[in-house]
């Protein structure tokens, strides 16, 4: 089932996405006359649209709308070619921006200093990606009455962890559990 955008094909089978205003080249621009910029950026002035179309082929290139909502439209002389390309190019660039998300660690006061070196490691790695990191120390039966050996445990972590990121919220008792998170610098 297709979604709601207006999606056609095409001749060799890909889908075209027409939601996205297309942009219009040479022969395409309506509109008579057109504000014009020449490829090293100085303006040549409000001229008609056939004469903007023969200097962009005197140039060797295209005449591209790039303001149609302008009064008159803004046209470039450029390589369209090159100019989608470079669009394009910046539109995937900024869909792989990286989503931060939140790792916990959990440790208890009994945990072996080896688990905690272990569990450490795995938490620079996360920061090193950019994640956040919840470091939750958690308690439970008698070792509530050993909180300090908690705070300790929870202190040494942090403490290992000051290089690679920042305090965002401090170490914070709630019930049986003592959390704080540390994120990426």
């Known amino acids: 089932m297709e979604s709601c955008r207006d999606v056609t094909s095409s001749r060799k089978g890909f889908a075209i996405d027409r939601t996205q205003p297309q942009t219009r080249i040479n022969g395409q621009i309506r509109t008579s006359p057109v504000r014009v910029i020449d490829p ?4 040549l002035g409000v001229i008609p649209t056939e004469e903007a179309i023969a200097r962009a082929r005197d140039f060797g290139l295209d005449l591209v709308e790039v303001a149609p909502t302008e009064k008159p439209p803004v046209c470039r ?22 989503q931060t998300k939140t790792k916990e660690i959990r440790l208890r ?3 072996g200093e080896h688990d905690i070196e ?18 939750s120390v958690i308690f439970k039966g008698r070792e509530m009455a050993h909180v300090e050996e908690g705070r ?14 920042k305090i965002e919220s401090p170490p914070q008792q709630q019930g049986k559990k003592m959390s704080c998170t540390i994120a990426p610098k």
């Not at 002389?77 to 989608?84: C, E, R, T």
């Not at 450490?120 to 950019?130: C, E, N, P, R, S």
């Open 40 to 43: 090293e950026g100085k303006q």
């Open 77 to 98: 002389i450029m390589d369209f070619g090159k100019y989608k390309y470079e669009k394009n190019k910046k539109r995937a660039g900024a869909a792989h921006t990286h």
């Open 109 to 111: 006061p009994k945990t």
């Open 118 to 135: 272990f569990k450490v490691k795995q938490a620079m790695g996360f920061l090193q990606h950019k994640d956040k990191v919840l470091v």
């Open 152 to 165: 300790r445990i929870m202190e040494s972590v942090i403490a290992t962890l000051s290089e690679f990121g």
